[in-house]
């Protein structure tokens, strides 16, 4: 449709320790899609009420933004003493929002807790504290500012992920502790930190835009060339 503006669902974070509960979201990710081009956001979802046709309608394509922890008990594992800020609820609509989005087949790009929600919503699992499993000498949890990048990712040439980026190596910044341990459903790595953390997934169907990033784009924006024009995903 001429002149549409797309129309983008971006998730909220959850505090866990206030009431009443508050669902908020930094505005990073809001100024990075409007630059984008997007320039109408929704963002509907926090725990309630749960996702259903009241916020997925209309939407062109949905943003899972990054926060706190996944409830391990969501693949099968017990906490790790790090864990930190689990909201259950959060787990909750997240994974039910990407089951609905790809159904709808939505484009989607997952960032850092976002990819980790993708992959567990489709039956995978996560280290829980990459510190000490798998074990790294990487800082993936920077004290650098967020908008510094610290460390280099290598991403498979010829992926969704490199076309998109235009490179297949790229500086990134780090703020997690959890990351992808066995892949989820139809999903396959495409990126890697130098210690082989997963830090890009897409899936395997090319002809759907999938995207899950580790890193924050939305705090890099500042660093990078304005992106070619181009047609939209299919």
């Known amino acids: 449709m ?18 009443p509960e508050r669902a908020y979201v930094n505005s990073t990710y809001l100024h ?6 997007a320039c109408r956001c929704r963002c509907p979802l926090s725990s309630v009420p749960p996702p259903s046709i009241g916020w997925r309608a209309g939407l062109d394509g949905l943003l899972l933004t990054g926060g706190g922890d996944m409830d391990p008990a969501l693949f099968g594992e017990v906490p790790h003493a790090t864990l930190y800020d689990v ?14 989005a790809l159904d709808r087949r939505l484009p989607i790009l997952a960032i850092c807790r976002g990819l980790q929600v993708l992959n567990v919503a489709l039956g995978g699992s996560l280290y829980q504290d990459v510190g000490t499993e798998p074990g790294t000498e990487i800082m993936h949890s920077q004290e650098a500012p967020r908008d510094q990048p610290t460390h280099k990712v290598v991403v498979e040439p ?7 980026l235009g ?3 790229i500086e990134v910044n780090s703020m997690h502790h959890q990351a992808v341990k066995a892949l989820g459903a139809g999903l396959r790595a495409v990126a ?43």
């Not at 001429?2 to 866990?16: E, F």
């Not at 909201?87 to 609905?100: K, L, Q």
Request: glycine share 6%; hydrophobic share 35%; charged share 20%.
């Open 32 to 37: 990075a899609i409007q630059q984008a081009g």
């Open 158 to 164: 010829g992926s969704r992920l490199a076309e998109t």
């Open 2 to 19: 001429p002149g549409h503006l797309p129309l983008i669902g971006v998730s909220t974070s959850i505090t866990v320790d206030k009431h």
């Open 87 to 100: 909201a259950p609820s959060r787990d909750t609509v997240e994974s039910t929002a990407v089951r609905i």
């Open 167 to 169: 490179t297949d190596e």
């Open 192 to 234: 890697w930190a130098p210690d082989q953390i997963v830090e890009g997934l897409e899936l395997s169907d090319r002809s759907r835009f999938v995207l899950g990033v580790q890193w924050h784009p939305e705090e890099l924006v500042s660093h990078s060339s304005p992106p070619a024009a181009s047609s939209p995903p299919s």
